[in-house]
């Protein structure tokens, strides 16, 4: 594909792999050496783990019969040949369809049968679990049965409104909101719950994971939408029809899913080939759209340039058809040099970000641990120089001086000891109220409030008062961190001063994101406990997937912040540690060295060529990896030539500064 996002992708896919194969040469001859500890090696491993599998997740959302399968066909799909996504006139897509990539799966179409909502269970519990999914092969060689097994998504079956209730997808609260009635007295609902299609597509392969989804019903009937896949988009594309333009169930979707300013959003008004007048001018019929365009920014209160007016249709004819032409007539190029020009760098910028805060430090760590090294080696030879010419009794004095230096150096290994057991003992408190136990009594106490009244009308109340709590669990664990830091700065002071060691503490990182990410989830997940969403968390099994699915949200924030504080930890003992076993290897070398002196009087030159040899390395070494470092970071800090690189190494060198 030619695209502006296809090529974007592909800068941006190169740019991974480049640094990958940095970062990579530099973990091999960090680990040469012995360098590398335990956690040095576990944070580089999830820098490549993180550049190699990185997705970027890009969401249609839209009411029904705005031509949003016709966009995501004419983006993604023009080289097809043919319709991928059913987008005939009606409504089509009936579950959202998730399509990606996994290199581990068969090509196929995986579906959910609309029952598994009975269970309670949510999306992402049913993700890790192959039985309660149907599959259906895809032959990448042959697109048409691609097109065919996605006509899957399309189906419904009819079921009675008692069954429809017990589904979510019927309430007599909201009766606007339900699937119309059939003569039998019955109900049409969606067969399937959800779609995920693993297919080899460039885009796919490179990264790009595409969600579609249905309309406002199917959205709010299903709580996994708004409070996992759609926060989690990198950017929201919003498709309006422009014969319409902004109806009163676009405005509801909207408002109470899409509302917050921290999603990346855009909105098309699609379908201006239905606005061709043959009693109007082509002027007239372009002040016309651009009204609509207007009118969308205004109400949905976004920025001008946000709004895209085009025809999907056309798009996708003109792109089957390769009429450059065409294509530019309906106005599709914008939308994707948008979606080029500010997503795609936005995210390289966090990959950066996530690359500098590995590499820096790893590189400060290993040159002060490889002047360390060479110190100790220049000692060594300083001290093997004084012995030319000096009497056996001089060698022996020598050798009974380095026993005592160890021995005295020994004496440390206690201090450490007892800095250990109260760094376990503070890590072991700030963790602790972070731990998924923790998080289980917190919801277990607002299960116990909510449940305390009627139709759950003490929820957000509760829901409050858990995230004071939990808030306050994150200021509790700062604190620890602080407190521990605070001990391991003297601690280390004190030991760099009476033993020589070279310890330097990293800051502790920061708790501010979670923070950050806990105020994201309150917003988004407190929509549900107003008086409005009363009758929906009343609705069985809602109320219990509603609550599964804030546990595992939760619980993803809070294992990240205890893991980079047991990452911090990890890190600030392991250095102890290395330089302890370091010092402890420079000692046995110095005795041994003065032993097979005091043997041979010839072994003090070869065991001074020796230690020269080693200190030669040693300086290779640390020039080579000097220069791997330096390879990696200007690797991570210049982003490839995409559209907005530009904007980005501005914004770097601004933070570099």
Not at 559 to 586: D, F, I, M, T
Not at 606 to 624: C, G, W, Y
Request: aromatic residues 4%; glycine residues 6%.
């Amino acid at each position: 594909m030619h695209s502006p996002i296809a090529h974007s992708l592909d800068a941006l896919a190169a740019w991974r792999t480049a640094l990958d194969g940095h970062v990579g040469a530099l973990a091999r001859a960090l680990a040469e050496p012995d360098l590398l500890d335990d956690a040095d090696a576990a944070a580089l491993a999830a820098l490549r783990e993180r550049l190699a599998s990185d997705k970027l997740v890009l969401a249609f959302v839209a009411e029904f019969s705005r031509g949003k399968s016709e966009l995501v066909n004419a983006i993604f799909f023009g080289d097809a040949g043919c319709r991928v996504l059913p987008a005939t006139p009606g409504r089509t897509t009936m579950c959202p369809v998730e399509l990606r990539f996994d290199a581990t799966a068969e090509p196929r179409l995986s579906l959910l049968p609309i029952e598994t909502r009975l269970g309670g269970q949510s999306l992402a519990e049913l993700r890790s679990r192959e039985e309660p999914w149907q599959h259906l092969p895809l032959d990448p060689g042959r697109p048409q049965t691609l097109v065919q097994a996605l006509a899957a998504v399309t189906q419904t079956r009819r079921v009675s409104v008692q069954e429809a209730t017990a589904l979510g997808l019927w309430s007599d609260d909201q009766p606007e909101d339900n699937p119309p009635p059939l003569p039998d007295g019955t109900v049409e609902v969606p067969t399937w719950r959800h779609a995920i299609i693993n297919y080899p597509h460039p885009l796919l392969q490179r990264g790009l994971v595409v969600i579609d989804t249905p309309g406002l019903n199917a959205i709010g009937a299903e709580p996994e939408l708004t409070l996992g896949l759609l926060p989690a988009a990198h950017a929201v594309v919003f498709v309006l029809a422009a014969d319409t333009g902004v109806t009163r169930s676009d405005l509801a979707l909207w408002r109470d899913h899409l509302g917050p300013a921290s999603l990346e959003r855009f909105v098309v008004l699609n379908k201006i080939d239905t606005l061709a007048d043959p009693l109007a001018s082509a002027a007239e019929v372009q002040a016309q759209v651009e009204r609509q365009r207007q009118h969308a920014a205004a109400t949905l209160e976004v920025p001008l340039q946000r709004v895209f007016a085009l025809s999907a249709r056309e798009a996708l004819a003109s792109r089957i058809a390769a009429d450059a032409q065409a294509l530019v007539g309906s106005r599709l190029p914008p939308l994707e040099q948008a979606l080029a020009g500010g997503l795609l760098p936005h995210r390289q910028q966090m990959l950066v970000h996530s690359a500098l805060s590995v590499l820096e430090p790893l590189r400060a760590l290993a040159s002060r641990r490889l002047s360390e090294r060479r110190r100790r080696h220049a000692e060594q030879l300083l001290e093997l120089r004084g012995l030319r010419g000096k009497s056996s009794t001089k060698t022996r004095l020598l050798a009974e001086r380095v026993e005592a230096e160890a021995a005295d150096f020994e004496r440390c290994t206690g201090r450490l000891t007892a800095l250990r057991a109260v760094q376990l003992r503070l890590q072991h408190t700030a963790l602790a109220a972070l731990s998924a136990e923790a998080l289980r009594t917190e919801l277990a106490a607002m299960k116990s409030a909510m449940t305390s009244r009627p139709f759950n009308l003490g929820g957000r109340a509760a829901f409050e008062a858990l995230v004071g709590r939990l808030h306050q669990s994150l200021a509790g664990a700062d604190t620890q961190a602080d407190e521990m830091r605070q001990m391991l700065q003297a601690a280390f002071e004190q030991l760099n001063t009476e033993f020589g060691y070279a310890l330097q503490l990293s800051p502790v990182p920061p708790l501010q994101p979670f923070r950050d990410e806990l105020d994201l989830i309150a917003r988004n997940y407190g929509r549900y406990l107003g008086l409005g969403q009363a009758w929906r968390m009343a609705a069985p099994g809602f109320a219990e997937q509603f609550r599964r699915m804030l546990l595992s949200k939760l619980r993803v924030v809070f294992e990240s912040a205890a893991g980079e504080l047991e990452q911090w930890c990890k890190a600030a003992s392991s250095q102890v540690e290395v330089q302890l076993r370091e010092r402890r290897r420079a000692y046995a070398r110095r005795r041994e060295t003065l032993q097979r002196v005091q043997a041979a009087a010839g072994e003090l030159e070869t065991r001074i060529a020796e230690v020269q040899a080693q200190e030669e390395h040693l300086r290779e070494t640390q020039v080579r990896i000097e220069a791997l470092a330096d390879a990696a970071l200007t690797a991570a800090r210049r982003p490839g030539a995409e559209p907005g690189a530009p904007k980005l190494e501005l914004h770097l060198q601004q933070v570099a500064a």
